[in-house]
């Protein structure tokens, strides 16, 4: 299908929202205090005559999706990009011609369409920055058959959770990602 009509077939901002089970308050949250630099306003507003969309493949459950979400809204409101918001799982058509290291079905992905409908730019799921510090806490796990890893593994989500709430720097290594990624 192309990806034209994976736009048509998403959900707005709004119903992606109003659908929310999970995480809908801490997304809400965090979009709420996150704002994009004056700099970065200015950089976006010239994206605004390539008439850009993005399709968001997501789910409410999924961490990242909760902290890079309303990032991603707030660079789309300044860059004049419509965003159409799909689920995952009920998309895995679209979600396997974008996968993380050719295996992962890791979210969001971000598929950044040009005024034709043709793949301008993709991104997701993490920021580089963001990356390291997920992967130097799964390093510091135990070995998965280890009898303290389901404690260990739920504490070390925890603990990401609360950064990417929490964390101004963790929503500023975000925004720059994304914005390089659609001022290619």
């Not at 929310?20 to 994206?47: A, C, G, V, W, Y």
Request: aromatic share 10%.
């Amino acid at each position: 299908m192309p990806l034209n009509d994976w736009f048509q077939k998403g959900m707005t901002y709004e119903q992606y929202v109003g659908q929310m089970k999970q995480n809908r308050e801490e997304m809400l949250s965090i979009q709420e205090r996150f704002s994009l630099r004056p700099e970065d306003k200015e950089r976006l507003e010239t994206l605004r005559e390539k008439g850009l969309r993005a399709i968001v493949l997501t789910e409410d459950w999924c961490g990242d999706a909760m902290v890079n979400n309303p990032i991603l809204m707030k660079i789309a409101e300044a860059a004049g990009i419509e965003v159409r918001f799909l689920l995952r799982d009920e998309n895995l058509e679209l979600m396997d011609q974008y996968l993380t290291n050719g295996k992962s079905r890791a979210i969001p992905i971000y598929i950044f369409l040009d005024r034709e409908g043709k793949e301008y730019a993709v991104w997701g799921s993490r920021a580089p920055e963001v990356q390291r510090f997920v992967d130097e806490e799964r390093a510091k796990l135990p070995p998965k058959d280890a009898p303290d890893f389901p404690e260990k593994q739920k504490a070390m989500y925890g603990k990401m959770r609360e950064k990417f709430l929490r964390d101004e720097q963790v929503w500023r290594h975000i925004a720059d990602s994304i914005i390089a990624r659609i001022r290619q």
